[in-house]
């Protein structure tokens, strides 16, 4: 079965930096997009980034642009998620997600993606 395990979260204070990690196994990483999500408490799950099966393609959220990059290691079935410059409202829980389907679209919403890890805890302190 699919399995996606994420790591790397933690505290930080604002203006600070964080890798997030996502390990995938089950299937051929290399042929799936990935992506990646993040929800608040009370808040519903948003769009962060996502990236094609050989990351000539990538997609982060218009608000964070500036701030994220997301990367991928088919080698290591592994996708990253880098953050910098992070904001108190930043705080979340992150979770990364894989599509049922391989093949690069507009998956900006959860509902384009079957697989989901556990997610990390992300608090930015201001």
């Known amino acids: 079965q699919v399995q996606l395990v994420e790591s790397g979260g933690g505290l930080v204070q604002a203006g600070g930096s964080l890798r997030l990690s996502c390990a995938a196994s089950g299937r051929t990483f290399s042929m799936y997009a990935m992506g990646w999500f993040r929800q608040a408490p009370g808040k519903e799950r948003e769009f962060v980034a996502a990236i094609s099966q050989t990351a000539s393609t990538t997609y982060v959220a218009d608000s964070m642009t500036d701030r994220l990059t997301i990367s991928r290691d088919n080698a290591k079935n592994t996708v990253y998620l880098q953050m910098n410059s992070l904001k108190p409202e930043d705080t979340a829980v992150y979770y990364c997600?894989?599509?049922?389907?391989?093949?690069?679209?507009?998956?900006?919403?959860?509902?384009?993606?079957?697989?989901w890890g556990q997610g990390t805890q992300v608090t930015v302190s201001s």
């Open positions: 997600a894989m599509p049922m389907t391989t093949g690069w679209g507009n998956r900006v919403t959860p509902g384009d993606y079957e697989y």
